[in-house]
């Protein structure tokens, strides 16, 4: 079949078709600019076209065709994955899937919606209730249930939840497959870890049931510190603070909050940040421990209605697109540092050229230190030193500049992801490309 029979298939279906080349293009990218190397690697590749689905029949419409044409499909929520994610390495369909953006059911404690809801809807709809998300990554306001399970993993709210693939923080998942006929699975508990950042090669997620956390009246706070050492060790102790609620806490050393020009107002120069959302119950808690670390407070706000506004799009992964703003030549890590004598020391050993970017979560139950240091970009070489060092200094680093699962993973893929990957797409149409072991 060729383009035009495809198109004429999917119209007749009553699908929406994109066949506009400059609108074709748009929708095969993702944030993967942020990597100067995947610029390098991925700034070409394009779908033939694109398909807007908006119910779980147009998915698996969609499904059929390429199953029996043995079209390559790749899935898209937002585009707001950092890694190329959602870029076709071998053409075919994109499914947009922002279309799936029904709330199916709410309730105290549990929300179940379609795969193309947007996070801040859920966040809005779950705070009436005096629930919200237990995480939340810092493109709340544009990323989708599906992308984010999908691509994302961790953001405010992580300091108490740790990642999305921990147990419990999905509850179940309902998923098209593109077997000959394609099947719909519900996956429940531990099965749905398989499909968690599995970057949609092994099912397209219709439908996500996620437990959610209990609203608190929180209330954002800017912290000044005159070094990275008193700013860490604050960070730290917040961490550890069992009587002090939180959801985000976040360090940026000198000179990152120079890049924040919204915030000048707040930010003394030649310090290091902390960004901190905690309780305005325990603001009283939260003063005593500022003091004791020498720290000034120059902003507190009580968050009014949170809609996913407000200094979370100052952390995570909007740090490097701020700083990136003002400085296009700057790239990033993604880091586990274990501890903070090994941020401090790899401070000490890099300078200005890796910028200290700290965003607190739980790992295996323990708060832990992680990181989106900036880096100024030099080479694909010297960045790959960089890693390297990291590495050798003992620090875990989740690549940033690699498309595939493995680059871009800690360790071994799950082999559960590989099982389904195997049951639900024979034929290697989902996203192809993206899986070492499959090329
Ligand atoms: C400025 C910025 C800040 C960011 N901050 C964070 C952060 O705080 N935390 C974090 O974890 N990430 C962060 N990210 C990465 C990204 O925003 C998250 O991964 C996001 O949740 C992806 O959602 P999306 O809807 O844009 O997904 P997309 O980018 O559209 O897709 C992501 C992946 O999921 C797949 N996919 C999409 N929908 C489906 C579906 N229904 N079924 C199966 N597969 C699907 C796609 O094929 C792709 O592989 C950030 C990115 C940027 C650019």
Not at 31 to 57: C, I, K, M
Not at 247 to 274: E, M
Not at 419 to 435: Q, S, V
Request: charged letters at 20%; hydrophobic letters at 40%; aromatic letters at 8%.
């Amino acid at each position: 079949m060729d383009w035009q029979s495809i198109a004429q298939t999917l119209q007749d279906s009553s699908l929406q078709v994109i066949r506009d080349p400059q609108q074709v293009a748009k929708l095969s990218q993702d944030y993967f600019h942020f990597s100067p190397v995947l610029q390098e690697q991925l700034g070409d590749y394009r779908g033939d076209l694109a398909v807007r689905a908006r119910s779980e029949t147009d998915v698996l419409t969609v499904a059929q065709l390429c199953v029996r044409e043995g079209i390559p499909l790749t899935l898209r929520g937002a585009g707001t994955g950092n890694y190329g994610q959602c870029i076709p390495l071998r053409g075919g369909i994109i499914l947009d899937l922002s279309g799936l953006n029904r709330m199916l059911r709410l309730e105290p404690g549990l929300a179940l919606a379609e795969a193309g809801v947007k996070m801040a809807t859920l966040e809005r709809q779950a705070q009436t209730l005096g629930w919200e998300l237990r995480m939340a990554p810092s493109t709340c306001r544009t990323a989708t249930l599906g992308g984010f399970i999908s691509g994302g993993s961790v953001g405010a709210g992580s300091i108490n939840y740790g990642f999305i693939s921990d147990a419990g923080n999905v509850r179940s998942l309902r998923l098209v497959t593109l077997e000959d006929p394609p099947q719909i699975l519900t996956l429940r508990g531990e099965e749905t870890q398989a499909v968690l950042h599995a970057y949609g090669t092994n099912g397209v997620v219709t439908q996500v049931e996620l437990p959610l956390a209990p609203l608190f009246p929180w209330a954002e706070s800017i912290i000044a510190f005159p070094g990275l050492k008193p700013a860490a060790e604050f960070s730290r102790a917040l961490s550890f603070s069992s009587g002090i609620v939180k959801k985000q806490i976040a360090v940026h050393a000198d000179p990152i909050p120079r890049y924040f020009s919204a915030l000048q107002p707040y930010l003394p120069q030649g310090g290091s940040i902390v960004f901190t959302i905690t309780s305005d119950w325990d603001r009283p808690a939260l003063a005593d421990l500022i003091k004791r670390h020498g720290g000034t407070l120059t902003d507190y706000q009580p968050q009014s209605g949170a809609d996913c506004r407000g200094l979370t799009e100052f952390c995570w992964n909007h740090t490097t697109l701020l700083a990136r703003a003002v400085d296009p030549t700057l790239t990033y890590l993604q880091v586990f540092y274990g501890d903070l004598e090994r941020v401090l020391r790899l401070q000490e050993q890099f300078g200005e050229e890796v910028m200290i970017h700290l965003e607190w979560l739980r790992v295996a139950g323990n708060p832990a230190p992680a990181g989106l240091p900036l880096v100024r970009y030099q080479s694909a070489e010297r960045l790959a030193e960089i890693i390297r060092l990291h590495q050798e200094a003992g620090a875990v680093v989740a690549n940033p500049h690699a498309y595939t699962l493995e680059g871009g993973g800690t360790g071994p893929l799950n082999p559960a992801l590989l099982d389904l990957k195997r049951r639900a797409d024979p034929f290697n149409l989902l996203n192809p490309g993206k899986i070492e072991a499959l090329l």
